[in-house]
């Protein structure tokens, strides 16, 4: 494998900034905009089966077709627990 080499200078280029210059507004600025780190990494490490991933997953980014769901896509029905009578909801049926 040959490598070419040159004598050009060579610069880096800070992204965060329009002018390319590092600085620590750009990188405060950055960072209070970026997203914490997803708590559903952790539901993959975990060593469970497959299906039971998939659930706490969908558990947790709140898709289950629970009655309040379901209202929010049209679905006529009341959205109150058929055992409690309360509103139907993912933290209603699994956390509480």
């Known amino acids: 494998m040959k490598v070419q080499l040159s004598y050009q200078s060579h610069t880096i280029h800070w ?7 590092f600085s620590m507004k ?12 997803p708590r559903s ?3 993959w490490k975990n060593k469970v089966p497959l299906r039971i991933k998939i659930f ?26 058929c055992l409690c009578d309360k509103d139907e909801t993912i933290q209603h049926l699994f956390l509480n």
């Open 15 to 21: 992204k965060l900034a329009m002018n390319g210059s």
């Open 26 to 37: 750009s990188m405060y600025l950055d960072l209070i905009d970026s997203e914490p780190i």
């Open 41 to 43: 990494i952790h539901i």
């Open 56 to 81: 706490v997953w969908f558990v947790h980014k709140v898709v289950i077709l629970t009655k309040d769901n379901l209202v929010k896509r049209r679905w006529v029905g009341s959205s109150r627990c």
